[in-house]
């Protein structure tokens, strides 16, 4: 989308393409049951999750293993100046995993590292945790992923398994990912989205959604353009920026928007242009095809004149 197009008149168009893509497609399949953290859904009530609370930071040990423990917690938290070398954008860990990865519902870590080594239908495998971490690094953050067994690698994995530490292994754990919003009435709408945006979001992440500094550093993360996450990153997925908009945003807000407005807005945040997918196969259609073949995503559709994903023109 350019930046210069009115959201009106843009949505307009973002509308259109989303109701032909979404609009009986997500009514259709979220009717069968729950929403799963991939996007997909599933049938059946979701079985039941156990409560946990990570340990205060004055449990932190002395010794090697805590200093390792709060270099990870700093790596998290600080991750463009902590570990420049494998950040390709203006966000950090923590944008994602609000509250140094302790909050239940901003996709903990403590959650997290209980739940690894899985099967993951976005690689097709079973990952370890530190796999889980590099595909962060690789798409979330554009960047390049830390070698397995790097500084970088094991003091985050520090820090994640002490703040699970006492969590049960093999549990799902409450506040585990984002929340999974009830099914919409009608497909996610990119004109309303936009008036939510500028009504709600604008004062921390600006009108054109590329954040805000102080003192030289990103206070609030862009939404989208060049210094955002790309196209291969969890959040370009509407049912899961939905979910975490919905309980966490505005920032210490959470809970204040409707579902109607979360989805809303998560469909004009990913109605955005951004990085391209580091699986670009040459062909946004086949890109598409291969790794976005989902009424959640925008990739590949055309809003305000522009397709999304098509590569910037050199």
Not at 63 to 78: D, K, N, Q, S, V
Not at 140 to 166: C, D, F, Q, R
Not at 250 to 263: C, E, F, K, Y
């Amino acid at each position: 989308m350019s930046r210069r197009e009115p959201p009106r008149r843009a949505g307009m168009a973002a509308a259109a393409a989303l109701r032909a893509l979404a609009g009986a497609a997500i009514v259709a399949s979220v009717s069968a049951g729950s929403a799963t953290a991939n996007g997909a859904f599933a049938a059946g009530p979701p079985p039941a999750a156990t409560a946990f609370r990570p340990p205060p930071e004055t449990a932190i040990p002395a010794g090697p293993l805590g200093r390792e423990i709060r270099l990870g917690e700093t790596i998290f938290r600080h991750t463009g100046t902590a570990a420049p070398h494998f950040v390709g954008n203006d966000l950090r860990c923590s944008n994602c995993h609000l509250d140094g990865g302790r909050l239940a519902g901003a996709a903990p870590l403590w959650a997290a590292w209980v739940a690894f080594p899985a099967y993951r239908s976005k690689t097709h495998q079973v990952n370890t945790f530190g796999e889980r971490l590099q595909g962060c690094f690789h798409y979330s953050m554009n960047g390049t992923p830390p070698p397995l067994g790097s500084p970088v690698l094991v003091a985050l994995e520090a820090y994640s398994a002490w703040l699970a530490h006492g969590a049960p292994t093999g549990a799902r754990l409450a506040g585990r990912g984002y929340p999974h919003l009830p099914k919409p009435a009608a497909a996610p709408d990119y004109a309303r989205g936009a008036a939510v945006f500028r009504q709600h979001c604008a004062f921390c992440h600006g009108a054109d959604g590329q954040g805000r500094r102080a003192g030289g550093q990103v206070v609030f993360p862009p939404l989208w353009g060049d210094r955002s996450y790309n196209w291969g990153a969890g959040m370009t997925s509407i049912a899961n920026a939905a979910g975490f908009i919905k309980a966490n945003m505005p920032l210490g807000l959470g809970g204040s928007l409707t579902d109607r407005q979360a989805w809303d807005v998560a469909a004009f945040v990913d109605g955005h242009e951004r990085p391209q997918d580091p699986r670009f196969t040459g062909s946004v259609a086949q890109t598409r095809a291969k790794f976005h073949a989902s009424p959640y995503s925008m990739y590949g559709l055309t809003v305000a004149g522009h397709l999304l994903g098509a590569p910037a023109p050199k």
